[in-house]
């Protein structure tokens, strides 16, 4: 009898453990010296490409750091910040099926997976003090389009699928936003300012909206309207939110080893 429970428990366990994470079957990585300016990396559901990226880039997308500033990122060899990237990283068949179902700390767990074969990296996180914006509620409330439970997000799922993902739009000076959570966008404001910034409005939902400012260095950004205000001036009066300056602690990443990549 007690053999026949132990056998029952083994089987309930084995139906209840969640299916592991795909790691990548083949990887292809080359070096980009096409000298063009823009990046992008994108999931795809054999698996994953990554266009003229940079190490600081893939390890922000690996860690999950979007919304922090390039400086919590220490211990990086001197190429990793000029070399540009191109990757093509292809799950086995039978796990492509599992590739439609990953949420996003999935997916960085599988290009950390290739960041360590490929590039041999070994990272550990950290806790850093220093300057940050903290994004509060100004005075008045918030100024946002609230998406309704039935919302469909721009991704095709429903709100409530853990998968269910935003979308915005962002160029000098203009943030065109569907379906997203503050967080975000977070990164945009931290580009923008040189500083990491945290989310402290307490606002979890998500939103629409546009914000359209006058970045500091161009007096005259095509951003849809004319005599935009600066970036701190539009968040009050457009979307009801402050940025104020103040320490706090942020995530960070300390790379111990990182290597130019392996042959494929």
């Excluded at 500083?195 to 950004?221: C, K, Q």
């Excluded at 849809?224 to 009801?240: I, N, R, S, V, Y």
Aim: with cysteine; aromatic share 6%.
């Amino acid at each position: 009898m007690r053999m026949l429970m132990a056998v029952l428990a083994l089987l309930v366990c084995g139906m209840m453990a969640p299916a592991q994470t795909p790691t990548f079957d083949i990887t292809v990585v080359k070096e980009n010296k096409s000298g063009a300016m823009g990046m992008k990396s994108m999931y795809e559901p054999a698996g994953m490409t990554a266009v003229n990226a940079t190490m600081v880039m893939l390890l922000r997308q690996a860690y999950s750091l979007y919304a922090s500033n390039d400086d919590v990122i220490t211990g990086l060899p001197g190429w990793a910040e000029k070399k540009h990237f191109d990757l093509e990283a292809k799950v086995a068949p039978e796990q492509m099926e599992r590739m439609k179902t990953l949420t996003q700390p999935e997916r960085a767990q599988m290009l950390r997976g290739l960041l360590a074969d490929r590039f041999g990296l070994v990272a550990h996180r950290v806790k850093l003090e220093q300057p940050v914006y903290a994004l509060v509620v100004a005075k008045g409330g918030p100024k946002l389009t609230v998406f309704k439970e039935t919302d469909v997000m721009p991704n095709g799922l429903p709100k409530t699928d853990a998968r269910a993902g935003g979308s915005f739009q962002f160029a000098d000076g203009l943030l065109k936003a569907e379906g997203v959570t503050l967080d975000d966008t977070l990164s945009v404001f931290t580009q923008e300012t040189g500083r990491t910034v945290i989310n402290e409005t307490g606002l979890t939902g998500r939103y629409s909206f546009e914000l359209h400012w006058t970045p500091d260095e161009e007096g005259d950004a095509d951003n849809g309207k004319t005599g935009a205000p600066p970036l701190f001036t539009a968040l009050e009066q457009q979307l009801g939110l402050r940025l104020v300056a103040k320490r706090g602690t942020v995530d960070g990443l300390v790379v111990d080893r990182l290597e130019l990549p392996t042959a494929n």
